[in-house]
């Protein structure tokens, strides 16, 4: 689903596909989608980690990590470097290989997407080994960052206006804490689990999947407590996902977008770019190769190194979300993508 909303908000205004303002509103869904269930995911294994050992371990973290996002994300940074050399400036280039890009408010098109994984690195910078330091503070931690959310965007809107609220690591950090504050309460919600799998719980998603749209009405209200809500909504959104298990989140084309999604994400920026007259990025053609671009990635890049990362780091990936004894549910596959980003 995070991919889906991204994608549509991208083809939004390319050419042959017609401008849709509230598309593009929906794009910023996809990303705090995946940030919530990132946090969600990477807190689980972290807490189940130390659970089992006492400890967390950095290195065995960061290797999984540097083999599961820099392989697929390196080899489309240098394709799109050396294919648009001509427009991209040294900052850009720098930013973008470095996952700095949310800090760099000039960049072209082509790579302004990776703003997402710069957020998304920084906070595995800075998680785990604040888990690490802190573990027996670590509610109150996520519980200063979920509550800080609105003051730090009224703060970066005063000091740099719109851009302050774009990119920067601190305006996203509230949806990586409120998916971790889920993960670290899971004892505590376990209570109400018939309450999350009960069918009536679906408004609480359907109502979630409205907020984006008050936007059209107040983008500053929006900003100041409606982003708030949107992370808890998704968050609990996710404990409905996960224990209701939908067979329409399970099919086919679901898993398989979901395993390409990764890939897909980086290839479809040289496509989908609406300032661009070229034949490559109109519809549908724009959208055919980038779906071509990503399923070779993910067979050519992504599942080579996943597979080299099983061997080099010695351990197969936990199952992360639990789905009774039958193992964990297949209704995860709804956010399939994240999962494939975000854990082991």
């Not at 071509?292 to 061997?311: G, M, N, Q, W």
Request: with cysteine; charged share 10%.
């Amino acid at each position: 689903m995070c991919i889906s909303f991204v994608v549509l908000s991208h083809l939004s205004g390319t050419g042959n596909f017609p401008r849709s303002h509230l598309l593009e509103i929906y794009g910023n869904l996809g990303v705090r989608i995946f940030l919530v269930v990132s946090g969600y995911l990477i807190t689980a294994q972290l807490l189940k980690e130390h659970g089992r050992t006492g400890s967390i371990s950095l290195r065995t973290f960061y290797a999984r990590r540097s083999l599961r996002i820099f392989p697929a994300a390196y080899v489309f940074m240098i394709v799109a470097i050396v294919t648009h050399w001509a427009v991209l400036s040294g900052g850009n280039m720098l930013t973008a290989l470095t996952y700095t890009v949310n800090y760099y408010q000039r960049g072209d098109h082509v790579l302004g997407h990776l703003w997402s994984l710069g957020v998304e690195e920084q906070f595995y910078l800075l998680w785990p080994m604040g888990l690490l330091l802190f573990y027996r503070r670590r509610l109150w931690i996520v519980a200063v960052a979920v509550a800080a959310g609105p003051p730090l965007r009224i703060l970066f809107w005063l000091t740099w206006g719109t851009a302050g609220l774009n990119h920067p690591f601190p305006v996203f950090m509230d949806a990586l804490a409120m998916g971790s504050a889920i993960s670290i309460l899971e004892p505590q919600l376990a209570r109400f689990q018939q309450a999350f799998s009960s069918r009536w719980f679906v408004i609480v998603p359907a109502l979630t999947a409205l907020l984006p749209a008050s936007q059209l009405w107040s983008s500053r209200a929006y900003q100041i407590v409606g982003l708030s809500a949107l992370h808890l909504g998704i968050a609990l959104s996710l404990k409905h996902v996960m224990l209701r298990r939908y067979a329409v989140l399970n099919v086919w084309p679901v898993m398989w977008l979901g395993a390409i999604s990764y890939s897909l994400y980086l290839w479809q920026q040289i496509f989908l770019n609406r300032g661009s007259s070229s034949l490559w990025t109109a519809f549908p053609q724009n959208l055919v190769l980038s779906i071509l671009l990503a399923t070779a990635s993910y067979h050519l890049v992504e599942r080579p190194f996943l597979k080299l990362r099983e061997l080099w780091t010695g351990k197969r990936r936990p199952h992360l979300v639990g789905g009774g004894a039958s193992g964990p549910s297949p209704a995860i596959s709804e956010v399939g993508e994240v999962r494939r980003v975000a854990s082991g």
